[in-house]
């Protein structure tokens, strides 16, 4: 990719060069960007802190090796990504199948969350928040990066470090799980 075309990766340059302006020019556009996507995507602010100081530590660290083969965006968020997998790894839940269907079993769901009850705006959005939350990981990341960033499947895909044809699935099976789950 030309660095002409990214003027984020311009800047992403000049702060390889040492311009300290730049980098706090990169960063304020892009923290709020970066953090709501690991927000959203790990659901746990503290997890979400460390993350996110983690990222821009590697974006850091990386400065004098940095090639603008992407728009820096996609850049930062792989490297989010590549933490948030990390993260989720090691988190993996220890319980069987039987007893998250058990635990399952005794979660109460709300009132304001049952079919008769009319639905504000905001409900609504907090109900696809929660849809996107139960997807799988790869598909709600394909999914977030897709609506919320508005990345190409190409972007999403550099990302990720999938293929192409793989986030068109995952973006397939995760549009159709919350069009099961929104008409529920």
């Known amino acids: 990719m030309d660095a002409a075309v990214d003027p984020d990766a311009m800047l992403m340059l000049a702060y390889a060069r040492g311009d300290l302006a730049a980098f706090e020019t990169l960063y304020a556009k892009h923290r709020g960007m970066l953090y709501r996507f690991l927000l959203r995507s ?9 993350l996110f100081q983690e ?87 394909a999914i977030l990066l897709r609506l919320e960033q508005d990345l190409s499947l190409e972007e999403i895909a550099a990302v990720t470090g999938s293929g192409r044809e793989t986030v068109k699935s995952r973006l397939r099976y995760a549009m159709t799980r919350l069009r099961e789950t929104l008409s529920e």
């Open 55 to 141: 990222t821009w530590a590697r974006v850091i660290g990386a400065r004098a090796r940095y090639q603008p083969q992407a728009k820096f965006s996609t850049w930062l968020l792989q490297i989010a990504h590549n933490l948030l997998v990390d993260a989720l790894r090691r988190q993996r839940p220890t319980a069987d199948g039987e007893e998250a269907e058990l635990a399952l079993a005794h979660v109460a769901i709300p009132e304001r969350e049952q079919p008769e009850h009319a639905w504000s705006e905001f409900e609504r959005r907090r109900y696809l928040q929660r849809a996107i939350e139960q997807l799988p990981d790869e598909q709600r990341t």
């Open 42 to 50: 790990l659901r746990d602010t503290q997890r979400t802190d460390e």
